[in-house]
């Protein structure tokens, strides 16, 4: 246990701790995973609003006349696809297709990007771009440097027209403005990990605990509650977005989780582009596909095994009890064979078998715009 | 933090309730605040014979499983139904409606053995 580093803080951890929350390890940091509870703060999320630290996510800026350029050779999607102020989801891959990460890359200029990177993946990502570096483009990682806000529910763009009403137009889904306040550049987008309408905030470390304060002074006449990681999980998982290290890995590549829509093999070069071509032509073994429990049982959890006609042909990768369905929920790697929508499997849960069947993604399709 | 005075304690969270040589027993305040929103309860066996510190069935939130061990020895006679429909009542009555099942009591030397409120909440202070 000693020999354990000091789990890192963000900006806003003694506001969580003032609010009461249940801190956890999250990937060496520690974050809140709930204030009030994890069913309480997933339903203000589905129909009002809620709030979330994403500060132990990473920012990495790419700028330079090739920056784009360079980033069409390490990312899955492509970025010229990107006007000004947009953003896509896209995946940097090893050179066996496999996941290192999934990100977010909004183009803020002609010529420099941001991207935002999972938590437990900044340095990882960081050496691997920086190990594949070019010239004409140049990598910033300004992680330790920024915070980040999700203000995400049905109430969302009310949220922001109180906050900027008159003075800033909503950006439009997958958009991000610039916007100066008080002398700092803050990033708004319009994303999220929850299905819901919503925006996430980018800023100076410092005006974190700020940002946070009036957001949920503002948000009070929504509704508003600051939400952990425990309902960022239950709302992700019913919505299908995939979590880095438990639904992607570097054994995984996009086209096995069913993501192909943000592969672009029309480029002429990525790293793992090679093999994702292979797997299109001669086909996968085995598909990300999300299933629902048939009857009333423990939720299940990662890990758990899959079994089709008294056979283990699987194992969950993620799974919980979904809060809005009331049933539990969650994500596998089927074989080929079986990765069909209605197909009755079986989830082992200590020792019992119990049915559940394969659905179509997402498993539930929040109001979002 | 609510440590009934007319109870017993196992370390583990549990708390029996001694009557006419039979005992009814659940999870504590403490444990259900730590465990969080219970979304299912898997409950014993009604006639399962069962020996003290053993585990009997599964409480589980959102976030995790986590087991029950019986505080004392004996068979399971009853058991709250009730938790299947609503299993949050064990985070909303911890020591009422939320009880988890009933036992007669093969050893009732046993509850003597297990915590007073006063040591229960020694145990709760020295956690913090």
């Given at each position: 246990?000693?020999?354990?580093?000091?789990?890192?803080?963000?900006?806003?951890?003694?506001?969580?701790?003032?609010?009461?929350?249940?801190?956890?390890?999250?990937?060496?940091?520690?974050?809140?995973?709930?204030?009030?509870?994890?069913?309480?703060?997933?339903?203000?999320?589905?129909?009002?609003?809620?709030?979330?630290?994403?500060?132990?996510?990473?920012?990495?800026?790419?700028?330079?006349?090739?920056?784009?350029?360079?980033?069409?050779?390490?990312?899955?999607?492509?970025?010229?696809?990107?006007?000004?102020?947009?953003?896509?989801?896209?995946?940097?891959?090893?050179?066996?297709?496999?996941?290192?990460?999934?990100l977010?890359?909004?183009?803020?200029?002609?010529?420099?990007?941001?991207?935002?990177?999972?938590?437990?993946?900044?340095?990882?990502?960081f050496?691997?771009?920086?190990a594949?570096?070019?010239?004409?483009?140049?990598l910033?990682?300004?992680?330790?440097?920024?915070?980040?806000?999700?203000?995400?529910?049905?109430k969302?763009?009310?949220?922001?027209?109180?906050?900027?009403?008159?003075?800033?137009?909503?950006?439009?889904?997958?958009?991000?403005?610039?916007?100066p306040?008080?002398?700092?550049?803050?990033?708004?987008?319009?994303?999220?990990?929850?299905?819901?309408?919503?925006?996430?905030?980018f800023?100076?470390?410092?005006?974190?605990?700020?940002?946070?304060?009036?957001?949920?002074?503002?948000?009070?006449?929504?509704?508003?509650?600051?939400?952990?990681?425990?309902?960022?999980d239950?709302?992700?998982?019913?919505?299908?977005?995939?979590?880095?290290?438990?639904?992607?890995?570097?054994?995984?590549?996009?086209?096995?989780?069913?993501?192909?829509?943000?592969?672009?093999?029309?480029?002429?070069?990525?790293?793992?582009?090679?093999?994702?071509?292979?797997?299109?032509?001669?086909?996968?073994t085995?598909?990300?596909?999300?299933?629902?429990?048939?009857?009333?049982?423990?939720?299940?959890?990662?890990?758990?095994?899959?079994?089709?006609?008294?056979v283990?042909?699987?194992?969950?990768?993620?799974?919980?009890?979904?809060?809005?369905?009331?049933v539990?929920?969650?994500?596998?790697?089927?074989?080929?064979?079986?990765?069909?929508?209605?197909e009755?499997?079986?989830?082992?849960?200590?020792?019992?078998?119990?049915?559940?069947?394969?659905?179509k993604?997402?498993?539930?399709?929040?109001?979002?715009? | 933090?609510?440590?009934?005075?007319?109870?017993r304690?196992?370390?583990?969270?549990?708390?029996?309730?001694?009557?006419?040589?039979?005992?009814?027993?659940?999870?504590?305040?403490?444990?259900?605040?730590?465990?969080?929103?219970?979304?299912?309860?898997?409950?014993?066996?009604?006639g399962?014979?069962?020996?003290?510190?053993?585990?009997v069935?599964?409480?589980?939130?959102?976030?995790?499983?986590?087991?029950?061990?019986?505080?004392?020895?004996?068979?399971?006679?009853?058991?709250?139904?009730?938790?299947?429909?609503?299993?949050?009542?064990?985070?909303?009555?911890?020591?009422?409606?939320?009880w988890?099942?009933?036992i007669?009591?093969?050893?009732p030397?046993?509850?003597?053995q297990?915590?007073?409120?006063?040591?229960y909440?020694?145990?709760?202070?020295?956690?913090?």
């Amino acid at each position: 246990m000693s020999n354990l580093p000091p789990l890192k803080q963000t900006p806003l951890h003694d506001e969580h701790i003032r609010l009461g929350a249940k801190m956890v390890d999250f990937g060496g940091w520690s974050m809140p995973v709930q204030y009030t509870g994890i069913l309480d703060e997933h339903r203000a999320v589905r129909t009002n609003l809620g709030v979330f630290d994403i500060s132990h996510m990473g920012q990495f800026f790419v700028s330079g006349p090739d920056a784009g350029t360079w980033l069409n050779c390490l990312l899955t999607n492509n970025v010229d696809r990107l006007s000004i102020g947009e953003c896509q989801y896209t995946f940097l891959l090893n050179e066996k297709g496999g996941v290192i990460d999934d990100l977010i890359v909004y183009r803020i200029e002609e010529s420099r990007y941001l991207l935002v990177v999972n938590a437990a993946k900044i340095e990882e990502d960081f050496a691997w771009m920086h190990a594949h570096l070019r010239e004409g483009a140049h990598l910033e990682n300004q992680s330790d440097h920024m915070a980040g806000l999700a203000v995400q529910g049905p109430k969302a763009a009310q949220l922001f027209d109180a906050f900027f009403g008159g003075s800033h137009s909503r950006p439009a889904r997958n958009e991000i403005l610039t916007i100066p306040i008080d002398g700092e550049l803050y990033y708004v987008a319009r994303t999220g990990y929850t299905g819901e309408d919503g925006f996430e905030v980018f800023c100076p470390a410092d005006r974190a605990v700020k940002s946070w304060t009036d957001i949920l002074e503002r948000g009070a006449s929504f509704e508003i509650k600051p939400c952990g990681l425990g309902a960022r999980d239950t709302l992700r998982l019913e919505v299908c977005y995939p979590l880095n290290g438990s639904d992607l890995s570097p054994e995984t590549t996009p086209i096995e989780a069913g993501l192909t829509l943000f592969v672009d093999l029309q480029k002429p070069e990525f790293i793992g582009r090679a093999r994702l071509l292979q797997q299109r032509e001669e086909g996968v073994t085995r598909r990300l596909v999300p299933f629902k429990m048939l009857v009333k049982s423990p939720p299940p959890r990662a890990h758990y095994g899959v079994f089709k006609g008294g056979v283990r042909i699987a194992e969950t990768t993620s799974g919980t009890l979904s809060p809005s369905l009331n049933v539990g929920i969650g994500l596998a790697y089927i074989p080929t064979a079986y990765a069909r929508i209605g197909e009755e499997i079986q989830i082992e849960i200590r020792g019992q078998q119990y049915p559940a069947v394969i659905e179509k993604r997402p498993l539930l399709r929040p109001n979002a715009k | 933090m609510n440590v009934p005075e007319d109870l017993r304690y196992a370390a583990s969270h549990e708390w029996i309730r001694q009557e006419n040589g039979a005992g009814t027993v659940g999870i504590t305040d403490h444990a259900q605040q730590e465990l969080t929103d219970v979304v299912f309860v898997e409950l014993p066996k009604i006639g399962a014979q069962v020996k003290a510190g053993q585990q009997v069935c599964v409480v589980e939130s959102v976030k995790a499983a986590s087991d029950i061990y019986t505080p004392t020895s004996g068979t399971i006679t009853e058991v709250n139904d009730a938790l299947s429909a609503n299993p949050a009542l064990l985070n909303t009555d911890p020591f009422g409606d939320g009880w988890i099942y009933r036992i007669t009591l093969s050893a009732p030397e046993e509850v003597a053995q297990l915590k007073t409120p006063e040591q229960y909440r020694e145990q709760l202070g020295s956690a913090h």
